[in-house]
């Protein structure tokens, strides 16, 4: 099996994050601004942004192989090092994200501010996202912060993952193109013959979706780390990005997403960056892409924002593009904020925490080329 690399090998697959969480945040900033209603031009992207979760699922795959393909968390003690990992990166943003929009909910009750729907802010469904397990088909409203669907669907898959990694290492070598074979079969018929038509699941059959996508990315890394997928290969299949937005057509679409996600990895593979050179400054893209989960966390607080605007005038279809505009960029920096000072220094904060606990059993170095692994 090839080396997987470096972290900075993988810079451009981190730079990829930000384009998917940009084309995300654009859909959602378009549901309440309806820009797509006078440009009908930039519908069969603007309506398609949520598949950029898709491509988050994609990566998690993806990147976890190269993180463990070659050394899989085992035993007890390997598996809760992996998952103490995970839980320092994901959870701390997502309950402080969570305790700061109960807070808010709260004042506004106080000063009589109308919430639309307060039934969405109930304790049950508070207890469900707190802990992750609103994604895993146990309410079917969204409610709080409703974009931790994804996150929690993502924590599935890491609980999932050390028996997952354990089963795809074990695959006889001919057999294992038919894991991204039949992850691109079931979402091609969830796209055709699922209930609402087309790949945006969320609370029902989001895990599905998920898991899918999940696997894709696994068998996907497998088979790039051996060096089995021709290099034509994923510029071939980026051919089902446009493709599939112009049919409409999500299952295309998301093997696009795959292509793009194969072909950035292979190409930084193929440009080695000499050891005697010292490290690359972090340009914008790679930035914004590291904090692409505070991005997505923190876009409800900008929601809010841009709906209670709208309520107090229409601004006309240029105020709404420039709402649009404002939207983007203050997502980008309040997501900056959140992974700046609150994401990153919890992740340290909690593992030098378990360092000091148990050094030898629960804190290792972390692969190097995991850290796009989200």
């Known amino acids: 099996m090839q080396a997987t690399g470096s972290g900075q090998r993988h810079a451009g697959l981190t730079r990829l994050r930000f384009f998917l969480i940009g084309w995300v945040i654009v859909y959602h900033l378009n549901l309440p601004l309806h820009v797509t209603d006078t440009w009908t031009w930039l519908a069969p992207v603007v309506w398609r942004g949520y598949l950029g979760v898709d491509g988050f699922f994609l990566l998690s795959g993806f990147a976890l192989w190269l993180g463990y393909g070659t050394r899989p968390p085992s035993g007890v003690a390997g598996i809760s090092r992996f998952l103490l990992r995970r839980v320092a990166k994901i959870w701390p943003l997502h309950a402080l994200a969570l305790l700061a929009l109960a807070l808010l909910v709260g004042l506004a009750m106080t000063f009589g501010v109308a919430i639309r729907a307060p039934e969405r802010f109930g304790l049950r469904d508070f207890v469900l996202q707190f802990f992750l397990v609103h994604g895993w088909e146990t309410t079917d409203r969204f409610t709080w912060n409703y974009p931790s669907w994804a996150l929690s669907v993502e924590w599935a898959g890491y609980l999932a993952f050390p028996l997952l990694l354990v089963a795809l290492l074990r695959l006889p070598r001919a057999v294992v193109p038919l894991v991204p074979v ?14 609402i038509g087309g790949l945006n699941y969320t609370l029902t059959y989001g895990l599905v979706r998920f898991g899918l996508e999940f696997l894709l990315g696994l068998g996907l890394g497998r088979l790039a780390t051996e060096g089995r997928l021709p290099r ?64 997505y966390l923190s876009w409800v607080f900008v929601e809010a ?27 980008l920096a309040v997501g900056w904020c959140a992974w700046r000072w609150v994401e990153v220094p919890a992740h340290r904060w909690i593992l030098a925490w378990a360092n000091r606990r148990q050094p030898a059993a629960l804190v290792a170095p972390q692969p190097s080329s995991a850290r796009t692994s989200g």
């Open 182 to 195: 039949l992850g691109l079969a079931g979402l091609t018929w969830l796209s055709l013959f699922g209930p």
């Open 305 to 331: 924002a841009v709906v209670g605007l709208l309520r107090l005038a229409d601004p006309g279809f240029g105020g709404r593009v420039a709402l649009m505009a404002a939207g983007f960029a203050a997502t």
């Open 232 to 295: 034509a290969l994923p510029w071939l299949a980026m051919a089902g990005l446009p493709l599939g937005l112009w049919l409409r057509e999500d299952a295309l679409t998301v093997l696009g997403l795959a292509g793009a996600m194969i072909g950035i990895w292979q190409s930084e593979l193929s440009e080695p960056r000499p050891d005697s050179l010292p490290p690359a400054r972090p340009d914008l893209l790679l930035r914004l892409g590291e904090a692409s989960f505070g991005i």
